[in-house]
């Protein structure tokens, strides 16, 4: 990409006052990737007088060769952002729908969970800890099974919710199996990593990681899934004192 922003800042740069373009330099200087007899450009130069709309027809070309070259690059512009996390509404274990706008003033922790991940125990009894702690004082957590990593988390919704609440005692909310990464990402996870990315790429890592909303829906931080809930206390803490 950077190299196509290369190339078309010199083509610009080499249009003289009148908006002609000397053609030894287009020729020579073109790079294997852009195709000059590609019948789009023929066609858009054919009644072309020079002027200085030269600059804003290499503009409108550049565009073009990265659409061509980036086929979900309009995919991503019509894709529409909500604008806040209470714009969503995401399903329950149980399939019914559930508006996160319910939730508009408690601090949320939300967790991508499996139940045969080497951090599944851990995570599960620290979580039964923070939740039992703070879940009177405006804490809610939200585990969102996904099977995207390692396969861990193979079973149906049902089997999922018997695991949680039996073997691992969970109290708070299971929602239905989702996608965190890829095109089927859950809408919730696509804004949540628009909001907070990590240094390695927004996409999510492993099982387990999290994700911290204050009491106004801003996403204001996100945790490895090495990241043990308790290490995550004082921070749930500070947002659940704040106005």
Not at 23 to 47: G, R
Not at 52 to 64: H, I
Not at 119 to 138: A, C, P, Q, R, V
Request: proline letters at 6%.
């Amino acid at each position: 990409m950077r190299a196509h922003a290369r190339y078309y800042q010199m083509i610009v740069s080499n249009i003289n006052f009148s908006g002609s373009l000397d053609n030894d330099i287009l020729s020579s200087s073109t790079p294997s990737w852009v195709p000059l007899h590609h019948p789009l450009l023929a066609k858009a130069t054919e009644h072309m007088q020079p002027s200085l709309s030269w600059p804003v027809f290499f503009l409108g070309l550049a565009l073009l060769f990265f659409g061509l070259r980036n086929p979900a690059f309009p995919g991503k512009m019509a894709e529409e952002m909500p604008k806040s996390i209470y714009d969503i509404t995401v399903k329950d274990i149980n399939g019914n729908d559930v508006n996160l706008s319910t939730y508009n003033g408690k601090v949320l922790l939300i967790v991508n969970v499996a139940s045969k991940c080497g951090f599944t125990h851990s995570n599960y009894k620290e979580m039964n800890i923070l939740y039992e702690k703070y879940k009177d004082k405006g804490f809610e957590i939200f585990a969102f099974p996904c099977n995207q990593f390692g396969g861990q988390e193979p079973g149906s919704n049902e089997e999922i919710q018997e695991v949680a609440c039996r073997m691992f005692k969970a109290e708070f909310p299971i929602f239905d199996k989702i996608e965190v990464n890829g095109k089927n990402a859950a809408p919730l996870y696509k804004y949540l990593k628009s909001q907070k990315g990590s240094f390695l790429g927004d996409s999510i890592k492993w099982n387990f990681t999290k994700f911290l909303v204050d009491k106004n829906g801003r996403v204001v931080e996100r945790y490895a899934p090495t990241t043990s809930p308790l290490k995550i206390e004082m921070d749930i803490q500070k947002l659940l004192e704040g106005s």
